[in-house]
């Protein structure tokens, strides 16, 4: 759809848009339009704007992140289709694995959203496996036993449910990325980042970049 730049809300707008291609492409469920809808109600309430506590958040999170035992970033149908270069150049600048893990299950889904991360650089994309989470009955449970089984933390941008619970459980860090501050991932994980994944991702690709720069020129 052509949206002139000069609607009131061309952004959201474009936003939009590109969930819409995410469901054409195979890479987005079709509830994802859904749960895409409920970000944005939030986002309204929070401006649409990353707030003061959001950077905080984000800058909190850069820390955890390059000090993480094997940090893994899981990607789902949504977060594929709304910052999938971010996502790459995020795994890199950690450096941190990529897997895909998603609730609505599907194999095909799975793989092209694994191409749409190779697309935008990724190296290698694990895809579920024969590992497990436990305490978890629902598809996000398969996971890959070199990526999400072993990882000391878990980053998961952009979901609701009981997964982030089961991962705090089974003693992960979870640094999650939610405008739904009661959601039930972004109440139980170490660090939850209220903001709209495609405002915060960026931001939190050049704190890592930024904290990493400090760290070698600063090492005391
Ligand atoms: O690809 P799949 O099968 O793994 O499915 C992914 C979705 C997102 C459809 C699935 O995880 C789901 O149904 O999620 P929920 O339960 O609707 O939760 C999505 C959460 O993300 C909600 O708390 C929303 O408020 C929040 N959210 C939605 N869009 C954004 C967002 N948070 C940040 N940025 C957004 N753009």
Redesign the pocket.
């Known amino acids: 759809m052509a949206v002139p730049k000069s609607h009131p809300r061309y952004l959201s707008l474009m936003?939009r848009e590109r969930i819409v291609k995410g469901v054409a492409q195979g890479i987005?469920?079709m509830?994802?339009l859904?749960?895409?809808g409920?970000?944005?109600?939030?986002?309204y309430l929070v401006g649409e704007k990353t707030t003061r506590k959001a950077r905080q958040q984000i800058k909190k999170a850069a820390k955890l992140l390059l000090h993480a035992k094997r940090p893994i970033i899981s990607v789902?149908?949504?977060a594929a289709a709304?910052c999938p270069k971010e996502l790459v150049q995020l795994s890199k600048a950690i450096p941190a694995g990529l897997e895909v893990?998603?609730?609505?299950p599907?194999k095909s889904?799975e793989r092209k959203i694994a191409a749409c991360l190779k697309r935008h650089g990724a190296k290698e994309v694990l895809l579920p496996h024969k590992g497990r989470i436990r305490f978890i009955a629902s598809?996000?449970r398969f996971c890959n036993e070199d990526g999400i089984a072993k990882a000391g933390l878990v980053f998961v941008?952009?979901?609701?449910?009981d997964r982030c619970q089961a991962l705090i459980r089974m003693k992960k860090k979870v640094i999650s990325?939610?405008?739904?501050p009661m959601?039930r991932?972004?109440k139980s994980a170490t660090i939850n980042i209220q903001?709209?994944?495609?405002r915060?991702m960026p931001l939190l690709v050049e704190e890592v970049k930024r904290q990493k720069w400090l760290n070698l020129n600063n090492p005391d």
């Open positions: 936003i987005t469920s509830h994802g859904l749960a895409h409920r970000g944005e109600a939030f986002d789902n149908g949504n709304l893990n998603i609730f609505h599907s889904r598809n996000r941008p952009l979901e609701d449910g990325i939610d405008l739904n959601s991932t972004a903001d709209n994944i495609v915060a």
